[in-house]
């Protein structure tokens, strides 16, 4: 018997490709290219337009806004609030990504302002950064995770409440709650640790399942589980990281349900 879930994330990858919507980014210099093909490779439209002068008005067409912080610098923060607002006006799924929060003062400022003063659907983060806006003093060194997850959900189910919105978390065991109901995935593989801008790639799949998806929790599930596969199967035949994120683009992009369905590890 197909696990609902999966069944769920089959039915979303599906109509995310029928329907093609435009995923708008404001996201790092260093992933802009890598989460674009994602984009394109699950079915989605990218576009990138980080200047204030345009990113509310570019908000407005899109079905998701992806809110990224790995290259911070305070005005692309206020160019991420007003295309945050534009996106709330018009009920459109926001994904932050709170990059290296609780590593220093200026990101971890940045993302707890994102997350107070917008409405936003779905924190994407890793362990440490998750755990830093929960108040629990995430340890993160850079912008990567020194934390895990492991005895820590309460914290996670009380940040999903607070802000009203899914967290998800991506790690060894991928974590996403909304404070009510929390699911497990671990799909994946240890090639992706090994490859710059693939928890950033997280957040773009999240935030095209979610752009073509009506539940965010099980839109977020739906992204990291077929995100995950395509990881999982491209890693078991790439050499190294070098030959990983060709094998993992052409996975993503040929990815089916039968193979979602065959492959999903989710429990809750």
């Known amino acids: ?37 994602i984009t394109l490779c699950l079915g989605a439209a990218p576009v990138m337009a980080p200047a204030i002068e345009e990113s509310a008005e570019m908000a407005g067409f899109a079905g998701a806004l992806v809110l990224n912080i790995g290259t911070l610098d305070p005005p692309m923060v206020l160019s991420m609030l007003e295309a945050g607002k534009a996106a709330n006006q018009r009920g459109i799924p926001v994904v932050l990504d709170p990059v290296g929060a609780g590593a220093t003062a200026l990101r971890t400022d940045s993302a707890r302002m994102l997350a107070d003063r917008l409405d936003i659907s779905v924190v994407r983060a890793n362990a440490g950064e998750a755990l830093t806006l929960a ?10 995770s020194h934390d895990s997850v492991q005895g820590r959900l309460e914290a996670l189910e009380s940040l999903a409440l607070e802000l009203e919105c899914v967290v ?27 490859v710059t801008g693939t928890g950033c790639g997280a957040t773009t799949a999240v935030a095209c399942f979610c752009a073509a998806g009506e539940d965010m929790l099980l839109s977020s599930l739906a992204g990291l589980l077929c ?23 052409d996975r993503l ?16």
């Open 1 to 37: 018997m197909t696990n609902p879930l999966a069944e769920y994330a089959a039915e979303n990858l599906r109509g995310l490709r029928d329907s093609c919507p435009m995923v708008h980014h404001i996201t790092n210099s260093v992933v802009t290219n890598l989460t674009a093909n």
């Open 135 to 144: 108040g629990e003093s995430g340890k993160v060194r850079g912008v990567d």
């Open 168 to 194: 998800a978390v991506t790690g060894r065991e991928d974590v996403v709650t909304d404070g009510r109901r929390s699911i497990r995935c671990s799909n994946g593989h240890s090639l992706m640790g090994r």
């Open 227 to 249: 995100y995950g596969i395509a990881g999982q199967l491209a890693g078991a035949e790439a050499a190294g990281p070098g030959s990983f994120v060709p094998a993992f683009l």
């Open 253 to 268: 992009a040929s990815l089916d349900g039968a193979t979602v369905r065959r492959e999903a590890r989710i429990s809750q």
